[in-house]
């Protein structure tokens, strides 16, 4: 069973990585449509209004930037991937 601890002490593009495969492997949709709609609404909390709009309106480039792992993104996201990974260890 992994613990907070152990993913808290990898890097946040480790983090994304381990999520995102996982979230692949089991075609876990639910998991990529929360980060979609976590980036749109962490781009205008950060007053990036403007970003949040164009991610918006162009779905494919947000959803390349999720899975590529954006840096910025990574970073932010950070507690979702420890959260679903503590979900889904064991």
Do not use: C, N
Not at 54 to 78: F, I, K, M, N, Y
């Amino acid at each position: 069973m992994t613990t907070f601890e152990d993913l808290d002490a990898l890097s946040s593009h480790e983090l994304h990585d381990r999520a995102v495969k996982r979230a692949e492997r089991h075609l876990d949709v639910k998991f990529f449509w929360q980060l979609l709609q976590e980036g749109t609404a962490a781009d205008a909390a950060d007053g990036s209004l403007e970003r949040g709009e164009e991610q918006t309106a162009h779905w494919s480039r947000q959803v390349l930037e999720t899975l590529r792992g954006d840096p910025d993104a990574v970073e932010a996201r950070r507690p979702i991937y420890i959260d679903y990974l503590l979900k889904h260890s064991g």
